[in-house]
Structure formats: C-alpha cells, structure tokens
C-alpha cells in the first residue's frame, strides 16, 4: 500500500494543471512551467519535476522529495484527479463542487460512467486546486505536520462523513486492527438497543403479529413431525416460510426449551410476553445476524472493494451495517431477513471471488430461507448463465451442468424430509403450496407498489379475477426484469465472442469476470421489479431491493448520483414502512435509526446547493414526507377516509421505487456498453507507446464525444502512468480493476507492458 | 455580554501558566462567567463537525434506550414533579404521600419544578400527586428527554474544556469520555437520575478554576451543592482551593475584596436556596431529609470501599471461626445473621470491632487533611485537580452508607487528569474500569446485561488505546514491571468475573440448589464477589493517586 499511496501527492498536486491543459491545450509545456508560480512553494515541487508529457507526468514521478506530504491526505485527491479524467464524457455535473472519494462500486462504473459536464468539471478542478493552495502552505516540510494541516480544509468544504472522520481518526491512532472489531461491537450494540422497543403484535392478543408467528414456528418444529409441520393449524401463523427457516426455527426453540421448556411449550405458550422469552428471541436474531449478515458484509467490502483503502472499506462497512431499514425490520418489528439476505449478499461475494458454485450454494439457502430470495433469481441466474456463456463452449458448458446439479442437489436436501424416502409424493405440496401462497390477495396492507397505488384510481380487484391478475402481474414484473437479464446474457455472450478473439495474445491467469459490475443493477432492477409488480407483496419486501442500492450507495462517494439516489431510496423505503413501525410502537427508533444513519454517512439534503431543478425533487420528497408525519401527528383522519394518510404515503413513496427501477436499468445499459465497447477497443487499437498513449489522451481530456477506442487508451495511460516499471504497471492496474472484475483494463495494461 | 472575551483571554492564559495567580485577577475583573446570549450564540457556531458527531450518535443512542429498564429512581422524581407542581412550597419536604419522599436540597426542587411545567401540559397525569407508580409511555419519554437534553450542560462544560486547552487533540478525547462515559449512561439514561446535569455544573465550575475565574468556580459549585449535597464530598478540597489562592495573596495576606466578592456570592447562593425554608423556618425539617443518618455502614450492594474490604475480611473470619472455632475470637450473634444478609439495615460485624459513624468521619478527615496540606502548600490548578479527585475517593473509601453511584464523584475529575502522565493514566484505568464494573449491578435484567457491558467495552476501546499510546512509558524497574503485570491481570480478571456473573444463576440452579436452600445467601456471591473485586482495584487506585499526589506534585 505505501508505494500506492507514494504515488498519489503527485497525482493530486497536479490536478490544477491538467484543468489548465484543459483549458489551454496547445500550450502544455508553458502553463506547466507557470504553474508553480499559482501559489505554490517551491520546495515542495520543483518544476523540473514536471517538464514531461502531462498524463504520463500526472502519475510517473516518484522522487523523494515528494515523500513529505505523502501521508494522510491522498486516497481522496486520487479520487479526484480520477474524475476529472474520467467524467468529461457524461452528462450531469457533479451534485457538489468538491468530491472525496469518489468511485462508485466499481471502477467501470466510475472511471467510465461518472457524470460532469464541462463546466462541472473547471468548478470541481478550481475549487480542488484552491483546496491544495490552501494546503500548501500550512503544510510546511516535514510530513508529520501535514496532517495537522488538514482538518482546516476539511472544516470549509464539509465533505467528510462522520464514518470517514472516525475511519481517519482509528487510523491515525494507530488502532486500525481494532476498527472492525469497534464497528461489530458497536453496531451490535445498536441493534440490542433498537430491541429493547417493542415488537409486531406485542401485547395484541389472539393473533399477536410476526414475533409470535416466528416463535410459533419454534415451538410447532420441537414438538411436532416433519410431516405436520406445513400443515398444524394453519389459520394460527400456519408455517409459510421455506425448509431452512422450518430448521433453524427447530434449532432455537431446542435451544430455548433448554433454557426454560414454558417459553416453547406447545399450544400453552401462544402468546407469551415474559421479558425472559423477548431477550430470547432478540438473541437469535441477532446472533444469525452475526453469523451470516455480518460476516458477508465484511467479506463484501474485503472483495467487492479490494482495491480501497481499509479506512474506506471501514466506512462501507459502517454504512452498509447501520442501514436503518433492515435495522428497524429485524430487530423492531422482529423478523430474520438479514439471514435471508446475508446469504444472498454471500453468494454475491463468492461470485466475485470466482467461486459460482458455491455461491450458487449460497443462494439456494438464501431460498430456502425465505422465498423473497426469488427476487433476486433472474438476475443471479441470468449472471451464471452469463458467466457460462463468458467461458466459451467447453468451461462454460463445464460450469453449467456443475451449477444445475449443485443447486438440485441443494433444493433437495433442503426439502429432503418431504420427498420420496422419507414421505409419499403428494407431501411435497404442503410446503409449495404454503410458500406460494398464490390464494391471498393482490397486495396486503398498503404497499408502496404500482398496484396498490394504481388501485386508487383503478380498483383492479373489481374489474379483473384473480386468475388473471396472477397473471398480468407475472407478465409485468417479467417485462420488468427483462432489460436487465438480457443485458447479462448479452454482455456475457459478447465478452465470450470477444475472448476467443484475443485469446492468443492474452495469458489468460484466470481473470476476473467482465460482466461482474453489471450484477448489482441487475439484482436491483429484478427485486425492484418483483416489488412493483408482483402479487402480494408486503412493505417489508422493500428490503429486498434495498440491500443491492445500500451495495452501490457504500461504494459510492458523497456527491455522486447513485449516492444520493441510494440514500434518498433508504430514506423513503423507512418512511414507506412507517405505517408499520408505528402500529409496532417504534416510532422513536425509526426517527433515531435514520437520523442516526443519515448522521453517520454525512448525508444532508438541505446540504447540497441545488443548481437545477432537478435537485429540487429530493427536497420536494422530503418535504412531503415531513409534512405527512406533522399532519398525522396534528390531525386525526377523517371518517370518510380512515386510511388516507397510509394512502398519501403510498403515493409518495411508490414514483421513488419506480424512478429507482428505471434508473437501475439504464445504468445497467450503461455500464454494460462499457464493457462491450472497451472489448471491442482492445481488440482494434491496441496502444503501443504511452507517447501515443498521452497525445490520445489529451484529445479525449478535449472532451469530445467518446468512442471505445479513446477510453481503451484512456484506461491504458492511466494505468501505465501509475507507474514505471513493469511490476508497478500489473500492480497499479490491479489497483483499479482486479477486485472488481474488470479485466479489460488489466489487459489493457497487460498489452502495454511490451513497449516497456 | 462580556463572557466571551472574557474565556478567550483566559484560555490564552491559561496555556502561558496553568494556576497563574496574577492572571486570575484580570479575568475576574473582566466580567461574568454567566451564559448570554451571545456566548450561546458563539457556542453554537463553535462546535466542530467531530462533536457534532458525538452529540448526534449519542443522543440517537440514548433515544433508543427510552423503553430499557427503569429504576425506583425513576418513580421517585416523577413523584417530586408530582409533589413540586401541586403542593405549595411549605409542604414540599413534609409531604409523606409516596414513600419517596423529596431529600435532595432546594435547587434540585426547583429545578423539579421547572421541569412539573411542561409535564403538565404533555399529560397532567405525570403530576398528580396520588398517581404512584404511573409509568405511562408519556411519562417515560418525558423524563427520559429531561435527562437528555440537561445533559446538553455536561456537553457544553466538556466542549469549553476542549477550548483553550494545552492540548486540544487529547482533551478532545477526554472530554468525548466523560460525555459519553458509561457510568452516565448506566446511571443517567437507563437507571434515572440527573447526575449528567449536575456533572455538568461541577465541570463548569472546575473549568473556570482552570481559566482563572475562581470566584466562578466558588459560585458555582455552591450552586452544585444546593442541587445535590453529595458534592459535600468535595467541598473541602474547595474551600482550601479557594481560600489558599483566590482570598490569600501568594505571599500569605488577605485579600479583603476577594474574601468578601466570595463570601457574598456563596451566601447568596445559599440564601436563595435555603431563604424561603429559613423564613419558614423548616430547616430543621429540611436538614432532617438531607441528612438521614439511620442507614447501615454499607448499601445493600455494598459499594466497592474500604468498608466492602473490611465486611469481607469479617465474613471470611467468621467462616473461619466457626470452622475452627478459634479461642478468644468473640463471635457477635446479631453480626452472623446481618452479614449472611446483607440487606440494607444496620452492619453489624461478626467478629471484627463495629463501626460507629464517627469513626468512618474520622477517618475521611484525616486522610483529607494530608491531601489538603499539600494542596495548601500547591495551590495550582492541576494540584487543585487531584486533591479534588482525592477527596471525593477519600470520602468514596471511608464513608458513612456510601452509594456505588458516588464513584462518579471521582471518576469524572479524574478522567480530567488521565492524560498528565502514565502513573495518572494507569490509576485512571484503573479506577475507570473497576468503578464502571461495580455499577454493573445496579442493572440485573438480562436485556440490558448487555447493553452495559458492551458499551464499556466500546467506551475503553475508544478512549483509552489512544491516551495509552500518547503517555506510554516502560515501567523502570524490576518492582514496576511486577506491579504493571499485576494490574494488567487484575484488568483481565474483570472478564472472567462477568463471566461469573452471567454463568452463576444457571449454576446456582441446577448445583447449588441445596446449598441455597441451607443458607439462603448464595444468590449474594456474585454481588459479594463483584463489589470485593471492584473495591480491591479501586483502594489500589487510591493509593497510587495518594502515594502520586503526595510525592510527585
């Protein structure tokens, strides 16, 4: 990491000069020698340091000198220089003027698809160089002071999140082995704390609500057969959750019959309230949280964002773990979706890790837990087909019949005591038809989704039979995930064709897989869509689609758009779920969690000076919002209409969901047309020389238009330019793409190594 | 108007000469400590992003804790909202309607009373005098904020700390560990009471002792005292202080203005606390509330002082006396039935001498006049600091029915010299972690077992790493390197002891059965254990402050 970090002074500190080439492009070598006149002293950079060709200079210099001011500061001026690099091709200006950390979850989809428009980027490059020139000269020459020099710059611009200032803090104490050990304590901690409230049903006696069906399931699995289990009294929260909820509900209750037998005791316990039987319940959830929620998202930020610092990756990790709404569900209302989609998230970190197989495993668990996991299918299952089309003929058709056996063999085991040697044929239907249980009604409660908004002007139950509405709804939401699984199969193909191609040159050392960043948005627009459009649905599901935007928005810098997006969404799936909360008694945790939350990422909508009128919109939702809780609190609803404010909240929150849909598609699109483009660049113009290199460079810097070709080189300067030798090239490349997936750039650098 | 001008200059001062005595008369000439409006104003600007933080993530903490378990503290200040909104001011400390009656002084009634105002208004049910026991969710969520937001006065007394300090980065994260300080948090936001508040004052005050606003500091801490006379514990060290370096002049003369600004200020604090009960002549009453002297040597969970050592020793000896039935040891028949007890009431010791009041006040004296001596001889702030810390320890060690909650009374000074130097750091460790540990049991239900060790946990983590890596030094010779392993296992221990704890009611269940029944005290061992424990590490801390007073300062 220190060579990393030793390369990154020189990249910030000549930020201010590429925006000046930029500006005045025929006149490089001049402006670089008037730069050092802006302001800066000379004993910090000398100006023979420069005289190169620009972006090979950007990143090439390492002399000693430039040691001193190496230490705290760099990882966000890299960033920052990255973007200014890279954003000059897309539409929307950054939402703020300065931006820290800056790439999104993966480099393609920030080196490629972060968004400035010309005149963003001078705003955004001015104000870093006036950061610098108000760094300087604090900073003075020795490297300890740097440091001390910072916090000034930080207070005026107001970038850091809380979560960063405390990552930046740990780790100049020197106790980064103790950062995550904190976060797991802490955030455990807060999650007991969020269970001292009350849960569903909590004192509402005959039907109760979740936390009794959840121990209702515990106490039927310890004293009932396997065979009864789908079956026992089901109007009393009959078992409607898949095999591996039915096991580890046994589990607990074997375990809490062992502490005290009256908390599961058959028929006699229904009910229970004793503070005893709670801090029980809570136990276990929040021990499988620590078992498989946890753990994955650790894993996720040790793979999906290797090539960040740990400090960033312990601010991912604060995000993604403080996420108010599964916060408020799991240890609020009582339920176990952080299992569900812990498993989930883990097979997305096996995937990344090139471990299908296992990840396939993963996620049939994830299944087999709670079918909400079907969500997901499409995209998962759209990926690994992907990744078998990637492969070519033989590996990829290898891979397949792996896939299709290990995940049979899964289902079965998991339904294993409902089939054939063990029970007759027709046994299997108890828990398929309560799984699926297509009998009730279009959506429950009121749910944010298109059908229980379009009901209010369309009563759909009147004008359609069930049959019919089971179906449009299937078509619907197929319609809905259509975009983005064809893009998977599509990409896949593609890279597949475009591998065989390159195959000769390329010394294929098991590369990551192409189509990796596409995975996210594709679980987020197929469990966006399943929410929108498919039969009954509940406000919880909301999590669901949740846990891939939270993915993006952890790796995702402050100012850009999917941050913003991202944080918005959370904010409104809570605020959707607020009719729930507050029936459970947990209006004050749903205020503290998110307040908490928002807090703890620096998220602050009234923040963000809005320049056009689309930056209104999130304050405009807030403001709708905010207003709905103050009338609610003030005025009780009228008699006409007893649901109105239930109804207000559904129309509020359901054009969010959708817009998040839609965006997640084209970003999809996007994300994907880098990846088919950059492949077919690299087979057509392979860069030869970084001379060549840096003058295509400087023409896409232009910022006209931008083809394959000019980002292929783009990606290959930048990654030549991290360095010199050829170890440091494969190192700096891996830098940028290797935990991500993205091979291109690295072979990209891989062809540019010959030159050197 | 005039204060802000008046902590900047004093802030600068104070970084030229910590305790210089010809500062003082400057800023005390220059005007008020009292907040205006201004200052609130600059206040408020003032914060920094850092704190914000812990202002935000601390406030969502302690909201989550609203519905978390409630001591009978909690019923007994809804009762003196009750008592101060519907009874006129002459019946408030005769009323006898609740058992709790009111037995802080007249400030904390007051202040009740401010408090009884809006509780009316959000729901009149909180101040109806004969509603005993009501624990409605506005009612819990009103106390709660209460506590949460005079909090803000411990914010805002550690925040002007952070100002004006010799070394803002360090005492950034001391004043962080007292806002956020365990013992606040078990006592304060889970058990009910006011301490943060009142903290709050006793801080504001030492800090302008520190800024060389001494006639402020009198002044407010004969308000502390008339919010809550356990700060008695402190008033020597005080006195002394005050006395030594703001109405004598260094060479040893009377400074008559100084003696009488400070005279005056403290009687009129006091006028305005006690006149109206003077005037009614129920002092005598009044007193009577304050001071009752009718309990027992120890709590019953005996708090971890000399006293828990010493009951112990008198367990074990009578154990051993009655195994070996030693000649000449004269067994107390009421004393073997009141330590295998150990209810609240009357100790009475089995086998070693009995303790009278006037013992334990003779006791404290002394060991305080030692302290004051020196403080006399070195009347700087930091000397101010520890024979304040020491004094409140003194009368935490020696007191009469001490509570486990007075060990806040040291701890807070102390953690203000924790980054002075190792031997400071190490006693404060010390001193931190087993008196946060011995407040343990003041909550026993299993949900917030783990509220409360888990947050120590976090709270050690984050505070004392990095005041370790600041003022590590090798311990210097063979002696100290055994006593530093020696303090690092007794440190260890605690784990295992929380492990006891946690596992003793499932063991007592299914092996000690038969036990229990015979003697029926065993449900007392994991107290037992817990407060011996605690009380060795603390007598420990105590002597190494003493022994780091005396000879070091």
Redesign the interface.
């Known amino acids: 990491m220190d060579e990393i970090y030793s390369m990154m002074p020189q990249a910030s500190s000549s930020s201010p000069r590429a925006a000046r080439l930029r500006k005045t492009p025929t006149t490089s070598r001049d402006t670089l020698h008037t730069f050092p006149e802006r302001g800066q002293p000379p004993r910090l950079k000398t100006p023979t340091l420069f005289p190169r060709s620009p972006s090979i200079g950007i990143r090439s210099n390492t002399s000693d000198t430039d040691h001193s001011e190496i230490i705290a500061p760099i990882p966000r001026k890299h960033m920052t220089i990255q973007r200014n690099e890279s954003q000059h091709w897309l539409g929307s200006p950054p939402l703020s003027p300065v931006s820290t950390v800056s790439r999104a979850l993966s480099p393609a989809s920030s080196t490629f698809l972060d968004t400035a428009n010309p005149r963003g980027l001078r705003r955004h490059t001015q104000s870093f160089s006036s950061l610098l020139e108000h760094d300087k000269p604090a900073s003075g020459s020795i490297a300890s002071s740097v440091p001390r020099a910072r916090p000034p710059a930080?207070?005026k611009n107001?970038e850091?999140s809380?979560a960063r200032?405390?990552a930046r803090w740990i780790h100049k104490?020197?106790?980064k082995q103790?950062a995550i050990?904190?976060i797991l304590?802490?955030s455990?901690?807060?999650r007991?704390?969020?269970?001292?409230?009350?849960y569903s049903g909590q004192g509402t006696p005959i039907m109760f609500g979740d936390y009794e069906a959840q121990r209702h399931w515990m106490e039927l699995t310890i004293h009932l057969p396997f065979r009864q289990w789908y079956t026992y009294d089901l109007p009393y929260w009959g078992l409607d959750y898949p095999p591996l909820t039915a096991y580890v509900s046994w589990l607990c209750g074997i375990v809490g019959s062992w502490i005290d037998p009256t908390w599961f005791a058959l028929y006699t316990s229904r009910g229970i309230e004793t503070?005893?039987s709670?801090?029980y319940m809570?136990a276990t959830v929040v021990f499988f949280d620590l078992l498989v929620y946890i753990p994955s998202v650790i894993l996720f930020t040790h793979t999906w964002q290797s090539n960040r610092s740990s400090r960033t990756q312990h601010v991912a990790l604060l995000t993604l773990l403080f996420q108010p709404a599964l916060l408020l569900i799991d240890f609020g209302h009582f339920q176990y979706n952080s299992v569900m989609l812990g498993f989930t998230l883990l097979a997305i970190d096996l995937f990344a890790k090139g471990q299908d197989v296992l990840g396939a495993i993963c996620f049939v668990l994830s299944l087999g837990f709670k079918q909400m996991a079907l969500y997901y299918a499409p995209a998962i299952g759209s990926y690994l087909l992907a990744k078998c089309l990637c492969l070519g003929f033989v590996e990829g058709s290898r891979l397949f019949i792996r896939l299709a056996i290990v995940t049979s063999i899964s289902f079965v085991i998991l339904f294993l005591p409902w089939l054939p040697p063990f029970a007759p044929i027709p046994s299997i239907l108890a828990p398929i038809s309560r799984i699926f249980p297509f009998a009730r009604g279009l959506f429950e409660d009121k749910v944010a989704n298109f059908w229980c908004a379009s009901n209010i002007v369309f009563k759909w139950r009147l004008w359609l039979s069930r049959d019919t509405l089971v179906k449009l709804s299937a078509v619907l939401t197929a319609l809905g995930f259509f975009p983005s699984v064809t893009g998977l199969l599509y990409h896949g193909y593609q890279v597949g064709a475009s591998e065989k191609l390159s195959k000769k040159e390329t010394s294929s050392n098991a590369p990551p897989v192409p189509i990796l960043p596409l995975l996210p948005y594709a679980l987020l627009a197929s469990s966006m869509s399943f929410f929108l459009f498919s039969f009954q649905v509940h406000e919880k599901t909301i999590l669901v689609p949740l846990l891939p935007l939270t993915l993006l928005v952890s790796g995702s810098s402050p100012s850009s758009f999917t941050f913003q997006l991202g944080v918005l969404v959370n904010n409104v799936a809570v605020f959707s779920m607020w009719p729930l909360l507050q029936r459970d008694g947990l209006a004050?945790?749903y205020?503290?969690?998110t307040?908490?939350w928002n807090?703890?990422i620096g998220y602050n909508p009234l923040k963000y000076k809005p320049g056009t009128l689309v930056h209104y919109i999130p304050l405009v939702i807030y403001a709708a919002c905010f207003t709905l809780h103050v009338l609610e609190t003030l005025i009780p609803p009228p008699a006409r209409l007893p649901d109105i404010y239930p109804v207000l909240n559904v129309l509020i929150s359901t054009p969010v969901f959708a817009f998040t849909w839609l965006w997640a598609i084209k970003r999809g699109i996007e994300v994907g047309w880098a990846i088919g483009g950059l492949g077919h660049a690299q087979a057509s113009s392979p860069s030869s020389s970084s001379a060549l290199a840096a003058s295509r460079s400087k023409q896409s810097v232009d910022g006209q238009g931008a083809n394959g070709s000019e980002r292929a080189v783009k990606s290959a300067v930048e990654a030549a330019g991290l360095g010199l030798g050829a170890p440091s090239v494969d190192r700096a490349a891996g830098l940028r793409t290797r935990s991500l997936g993205y091979a291109q750039a690295r072979r990209a650098s891989s062809a540019l190594r010959d030159p050197f | 108007m005039a204060s802000s001008p008046t902590s900047r200059r004093a802030s600068k001062e104070d970084k030229q000469a910590q305790g210089d005595e010809q500062n003082a008369k400057k800023v005390e000439k220059s005007g008020s400590f009292w907040p205006t409006w201004q200052s609130v104003r600059e206040l408020w600007s003032d914060i920094s992003p850092f704190e914000w933080d812990v202002l935000v993530a601390s406030t969502c903490f302690k909201v989550l804790l609203f519905p978390s378990y409630r001591s009978t503290d909690f019923e007994v200040h809804r009762n003196w909202l009750a008592i101060t909104h519907s009874l006129p001011i002459s019946r408030w400390y005769y009323d006898t309607t609740s058992e709790w009656t009111l037995d802080y002084p007249p400030f904390f009634a007051y202040f009740e009373k401010v408090l009884s105002i809006p509780a009316y208004f959000i729901d009149p049910k909180i101040v109806d005098l004969n509603n005993l026991n009501y624990d409605s969710w506005s009612v819990i969520a009103y106390q709660r904020t209460t506590v949460i937001l005079t909090e803000l006065v411990l914010g805002a007394a550690v925040h002007r700390f952070i100002r004006g300090s010799t070394d803002p980065s360090m005492q950034k994260i001391i004043s962080a560990s007292l806002f956020l300080h365990p013992g606040f948090l078990i006592v304060d936001h889970i058990h009910f009471q006011y301490n943060g508040f009142m903290f709050g004052i006793l801080l504001w005050s030492i800090l302008m002792a520190r800024n060389g606003n001494k006639l402020a500091s009198g002044f407010l801490f004969a308000v502390l005292l008339n919010f809550k006379h356990i700060y008695m514990y402190l008033a020597p060290a005080y006195f002394i202080y005050l006395l030594r370096s703001f109405c004598l002049s260094p060479s040893g003369a009377l400074l008559p203005s100084h003696f009488l600004s400070l005279a005056n200020a403290v009687i009129l604090v006091f006028l305005v606390s006690l006149g109206p009960f003077l005037l009614m002549g129920q002092l005598p009453q009044l007193l009577s509330r304050l001071f009752p002297f009718t309990r027992g040597l120890n709590h019953a969970y005996w708090a971890p002082n000399a006293w828990a050592l010493v009951t112990a020793a008198d367990r074990v000896l009578l154990k051993v006396a009655q195994q070996f039935h030693v000649e000449g040891l004269q067994i107390n028949a009421s004393g073997v039935a009141s330590t295998s007890r150990g209810l609240v009431g009357d100790t009475v010791f089995a086998v070693l001498p009995n303790i009278k009041p006037i013992h334990t006040f003779i006791v404290t004296i002394a060991f305080q006049v030692v302290y004051l001596i020196k403080l006399w001889r070195t009347p700087t702030y930091k000397s101010f600091l520890t024979a304040l810390t020491l004094c409140g320890y003194t009368s935490f060690m020696f007191g009469w029915h001490v509570h486990e909650k007075a060990i806040l009374l040291v701890l807070v000074p102390l953690s203000l010299l924790a980054a002075e130097n190792q031997a400071f750091f190490r006693t404060f460790t010390l001193a931190s972690v087993a008196g946060v540990f011995s407040l343990f049991p003041l909550m026993f239900t299993p949900a917030e077992t783990f509220v409360k060790v888990a947050y120590s946990l976090a709270w050690a983590f984050l505070v004392l790493p990095p005041i370790s890596k600041r003022v590590y030094e090798f311990p210097r010779s063979l002696p100290f390197v055994i006593l530093d392993t020696l303090e690092r296992a007794y440190i260890a221990g605690f784990a295992l002891l929380q492990l006891f704890v946690l596992a003793f009611p499932l063991f007592s269940r299914t092996k000690l059965q038969g036990i229990e029944d015979e003697k029926g005290g065993m449900a007392f061992l994991p107290l037992m254990l817990t407060s011996v424990y605690c009380a060795v590490g603390l007598v420990w801390a105590f002597v190494r402050l003493s022994v780091i007073y005396l000879r070091q300062m």
Not at chain 1, 192 to 198: E, P, R, V, Y
């Open positions: 930080e207070n107001e850091t809380p200032r405390w104490q020197g106790l103790l050990p904190l304590l802490v455990t901690l807060v007991w704390c969020i269970g001292l409230g009350s503070p005893g709670k801090v809570r004050l945790q205020f503290a969690v307040l908490l807090r703890l």
